[in-house]
């Protein structure tokens, strides 16, 4: 082709101005500004970061990310898992599996909505029109006031919002590699006389061991920056803060850049090790395909 | 017989199966329902009574609809959506496939380096953005408008966009390009005329995964528009209904069923391009 020696770099100028002005630049400047006091002027070394790891509502966020971090992501992938397996088994494999990728359409916002609304809570004595209170009234039970309970069902409660929308995720993506087993290595542990349940935890899941890496530390970095699900149905509060939340509200609420800046920074150091051990994983993939 | 114990065995498969699917519907059938519902009725029976009687259809009205489309705003905030979805959608996938093709194609000093870096800023997450860039929007006077969220949308999108792009196009075959060389194409010509048609189904999962991406962004838009209600998205509208309108399901309901209509619609027209969009977008930050 003719191209002059500038060529290439009229092709990537665009995007590497962009980068580096909504990337690079600001997250230079936020490390920055995380040793600096709510103003941004004045230098305060670690305080800041004391602050972050002794502040109760900053436990709180770190201990309930460190829950949506076991729960979200055991329950995504193990529902997955499971769906992908015994799916393959049906005729209606499609249908199923629409339904449950779905909720991957729609925002996290009216997902809340649609969960609010399973969770609404009327005291005893009046008709329920939530879901969930509807059944344990039914069956005899108190209602709950599913999102104030704190701090376990409240926050279980969120998650499950979460579950329910990223299980489709992990199905699609476990069931493309359970697909690309070759059936004769289950056909000949089935012949050798081993049970369904030997078959998948000595053939299936070992072969599925990669993919279930990736899924989960993609579930992983999601969680970890969870924010719409807590904002809108609880804004953290009843012990529901998580750190993305908690950062939102040290800006907009109390206009604190030094301590909202260190929260993204904590934010930043808790993703990457997990981020570059997914990037490494989704290239090998990427190569061996 | 044979047949019979098959079914009989196969039968908790299946119940574990319809189970699920039914856990994983439900909630959605009931927003639906209950948008259609009066809001007398919501507000005295759950939604699944109408289910006695599902023919009748004098339980059913489009009144929420025409409530929150028209008197709670939920109309301009859609068409708000709209007009903040395409730019932020075409933007971002133009300016990454001019870099993807240059980053497959053309050699230039320090090309991998700069590529390495591109995908690494993968890792950065959103919020290590916000606060020096919110100042200089608000610096510049475009805090709160369109163009601060279509350039966010752009420069936040661009890592994935580059990366998901420059794998495929690095795959083109490498006769197309020399031919094209020997006819004495420039480079300009090769990439309109064989890099973009060729790469149809990369930049469809592309685009439908970004458009749906800032189509069902809250985080961004509260950032770059929350004080300002005029240009807010749907989703910002429905999370401040939440907090005013908090007990009015059936406007609640409706807003949100209007806010997934769109990404509904695409879901189930293109869905093989929206799975894989949707995969290869999983790595964004």
Redesign the interface.
């Known amino acids: 082709?003719?191209?002059k020696?500038w060529?290439?770099?009229v092709?990537?100028a665009?995007?590497?101005v962009?980068?580096t002005?909504?990337?690079?630049?600001?997250?230079i400047?936020?490390i920055r500004?995380s040793f600096f006091d709510r103003r941004a002027e004045t230098f305060v070394g670690f305080a800041n970061y004391v602050y972050s790891f002794t502040n109760s509502a900053m436990l709180t966020a770190f201990r309930n990310n460190a829950l949506w971090v076991a729960v979200f992501t055991t329950l995504t992938v193990s529902?997955g898992l499971i769906?992908a397996v015994?799916?393959d088994?049906?005729r209606y494999e499609k249908?199923?599996k629409?339904?449950?990728?779905?909720?991957?359409?729609?925002?996290?916002?009216?997902a809340?909505?649609?969960?609010?609304?399973?969770y609404?809570y009327r005291p005893a004595g009046v008709?329920?029109?939530?879901?969930l209170n509807?059944v344990v009234v039914a069956l005899g039970g108190e209602p709950i006031g599913w999102l104030i309970e704190r701090p376990w069902i409240n926050n279980l409660c969120l998650i499950a919002v979460g579950v329910?929308m990223w299980?489709g995720?992990c199905m699609?993506?476990l069931s493309a590699a359970y697909k690309s087993i070759p059936r004769q290595l289950m056909e000949a542990a089935r012949i050798d006389g081993a049970t369904e349940w030997q078959v998948f935890w000595k053939v299936i899941l070992p072969l599925l061991k990669p993919t279930v890496a990736v899924v989960s530390t993609?579930m992983v970095v999601?969680v970890l920056?969870i924010?719409?699900i807590v904002?809108?149905m609880t804004n953290g509060n009843y012990s529901t803060e998580v750190i993305?939340n908690r950062?939102?509200k040290e800006?907009?609420s109390f206009w604190n850049?030094g301590r909202?800046?260190t929260?993204?920074?904590i934010?930043?150091v808790l993703?990457?090790p997990v981020?570059?051990l997914?990037?490494r994983r989704?290239r090998q993939q990427?190569a061996t395909r | 017989m044979h047949q019979a114990t098959k079914i009989l065995t196969r039968s908790p498969l299946h119940l574990v199966l319809i189970f699920l699917a039914l856990i994983w519907t439900l909630p959605t059938a009931g927003l639906l329902i209950t948008s259609l519902r009066p809001p007398q009725d919501v507000a005295q029976s759950g939604w699944w009574t109408v289910l006695a009687h599902p023919f009748n259809f004098t339980q059913y009205t489009l009144q929420n609809y025409d409530s929150v489309l028209t008197k709670e705003g939920m109309g301009r905030a859609f068409l708000n959506s709209l007009a903040i979805t395409v730019p932020a959608t075409v933007l971002p996938v133009l300016i990454a496939s001019f870099a993807a093709y240059a980053f497959a194609w053309m050699k230039f000093p320090g090309r991998q380096f700069l590529f390495v870096i591109v995908v690494a800023l993968l890792v950065i997450p959103l919020q290590m953005t916000f606060i020096p860039i919110l100042s200089i929007f608000a610096r510049i006077r475009i805090a709160g408008t369109f163009p601060a969220v279509w350039l966010a949308h752009t420069g936040y999108g661009l890592p994935l966009t580059v990366y998901l792009l420059h794998n495929f196009i690095a795959g083109l075959p490498r006769d197309l390009f020399d031919s094209a060389a020997i006819d004495g194409a420039s480079s300009l010509t090769a990439f309109f005329k064989i890099v973009l048609p060729l790469s149809v189904p990369a930049i469809a999962s592309v685009v439908i995964f970004q458009s749906l991406w800032v189509w069902n962004d809250l985080l961004v838009a509260l950032i770059y528009l929350g004080g300002s209600p005029n240009v807010g998205p749907i989703t910002l509208k429905i999370a401040n209904l939440v907090g005013s309108r908090g007990q009015n399901w059936e406007l609640l309901t409706a807003a949100a069923f209007v806010s997934m209509a769109l990404p509904l619609v695409i879901f189930f027209s293109l869905q093989r391009y929206f799975v894989r969009g949707i995969l290869a977008g999983s790595l964004k930050g």
């Not at chain 1, 809340?112 to 399973?118: H, P």
């Not at chain 1, 008709?127 to 879901?131: D, H, S, V, Y």
């Open positions: 082709m003719r191209t020696r060529t290439p770099w092709y990537v665009p995007a590497l962009l980068l002005f909504f990337l690079i630049y600001p997250s400047n936020t500004l529902f769906l015994l799916l088994r049906v249908i199923i629409s339904l449950i990728f779905i909720p991957m359409a729609i925002s996290m916002v009216g809340s909505v649609i969960w609010k609304f399973v609404a008709a329920q029109i939530g879901l509807s329910w299980t995720f699609v993506v993609t999601f920056k924010f719409d904002y809108v993305a950062m939102y800006q907009f850049y909202a800046s929260i993204a920074v934010l930043l993703v990457v981020m570059l997914n990037i989704f990427e």
